[in-house]
C-alpha cells in the first residue's frame, strides 16, 4: 500500500453525469477527479478498518461534482453576505494588471497605505495607473498586504517561485513515523468516519473544504478561530458539519487549551506559514509530544520551495500570478483578466487535502509509516495546466433546483438547501447531520471526550 500521490486513474471509479464549467482550463475534470481521489482512499480506509470485505465501488457525479466547486448553499428568502470587500479586485496598472485582496482589514489597510489612497474603489484605481505591476506587488507584499501582478504561464514558468512550484510534488509527504490510530467502535461501513477527531486550524477555503468532506463520511469537526474572527462570504458554505469555535492562541489559557485539543485529535489540519505555528509553541517536537499519534496535514499558497514559499497569497492571486488569468484572457478574447469561473484551486487542493489524510489512515490501519502531507495552491494550479479537457456542447454555470435536497437546512443564518452529495462510496454516502453553523457557537471542547 502506498500514500496517495497524484489523481487516481478515470478507469478506478464510475462516474455519472456531464457537462463542463465553461473555461480554457479542464475545471470540471479536476472536480470529479479529486472528488474521486477522496472515494479512492476512503474506500482503501474501509477495507483497511475491516469495516467492508474489500474496498468498496467508488461513484462520482460529474455535475454535481462540478457544481460543488462553487457555492455549494442556496439560500431560502435571504441572501448570502458578498465574498468581496469594496476594493478587492483587478485594477489596470501602467504596465498591465494587478489583484488586490482586501478582504481582511489589514491587508486592505496595507494595499491603501502603499498606494496613499482614500478606501474607495475609484481613488484606489487611479493610483495604481501610476505604479508599475512588479513595483506594487512588491510594496503591498512588503507593506504585509497581498496582491498579484498578472503574468503569463511562460513568464510564471520562468520566475523563480514558478520553477519552484513545478518541482514540488502534487502530495509532498514528510516526517515518517509508525502511529497507533485510536479505536473507532462506532465506524461503519456507512459511516466510516464517525467518531474520528479533527482539528481544524485552517480558514477561507481550501483547508475548510477538506475538513467539510472529512465531516460528510461521520468525522467530528472542531474549527477554532480566533475571537470575533469572520468569513462571511463563505462561512455558511464551508462549515457545514462542524462546531466552531473561538480560542485566543495569544493567551496562555487559549495555547493550553488548543494543546489540550490536539492531544485529543486522531488529525491536525492547519495553514500557518512556516514558523508561525513554533511561535505559538507548537513546534514539530511538540506536536510529536502532544499527539504522537496524529495525522497532519497542512497547506500555503505559492509551494514550499522557493523565494516566495512563505509568501501569503489566496485562490485568486495565484490564479493572477501563474498565468491561470492571462490565458484565460487570450481565451475569452478579452483585455482583462479572466480567471477560472469558479476558485477551483482552493476546491481542488481541499479534496486532496481529504485525501491525503484518508490515505494516512489507510496506510496506518495497515501497518505502514505514516507522514505528514503538504499541498499548495500553485502546484495545484500546475496539475490543472497538465489536464486534457473533455469536448461537450453543455455548460455548466449554475445549479438548477433538482441539484439541491428536497430537505431544507437550518443553518446559523436561516433555511437553505444544500447540493446533492457528488460521491459515494459503497454504503458510504456524503450527509452532514450539524447544519452550517457560525463561527465560535460552539464551546472548545470534543463532544465526544472518551479516548
Known sequence: MTLISALPASDGYLTTGSGSRPSLYAVSELATASFAAVGQELARLIAALNLAPSAPEVSVDHRLASLWYGFSFKPDGWDMPSLWDAIAGDYQAADGWIRLHTNLPRHRAAALKVLGAKPEREAVSEAVKTWAISDLETAIVAEGGVAAAMRSRSDWLDHPQGRAASRDPLIGWTNPRQITLRDRPQATAERPLSGLRVLDLTRVLAGPVSTRTLAGFGAEVLRVDPPGWDEPGVIPDISLGKRCTYLDLKSPAGIEQLQSLLAQADVFVHGYRPGALDALGLTQAKRDELAPNRVEVTLNAYGWQGPWASRRGF???????????????????????????????????????????????????????????????????????????????????QAMPADFSDTPENSGWGKGHRLKPALSVGKANMDWPLPASKLGSSQPNWPTSKS
Open 315 to 397: 485562490d485568486s492571486l495565484v490564479q493572477m500570478s501563474s498565468g491561470i488569468a492571462d490565458a484565460g484572457r487570450v481565451w475569452a478574447k478579452s483585455d482583462k483578466p479572466t480567471p477560472l469561473p469558479v476558485q477551483a484551486l482552493d476546491h481542488a487542493t481541499g479534496y486532496l487535502m481529504a485525501a491525503a489524510i484518508l490515505s494516512a489512515l489507510a496506510e496506518a490501519a495497515s501497518g505502514g509509516s505514516v507522514m505528514q502531507a503538504r499541498l499548495s495552491l500553485a502546484r495545484t494550479a500546475e496539475l490543472l495546466a497538465s489536464l486534457a479537457k473533455s469536448e461537450t456542447s453543455e455548460d455548466i454555470t
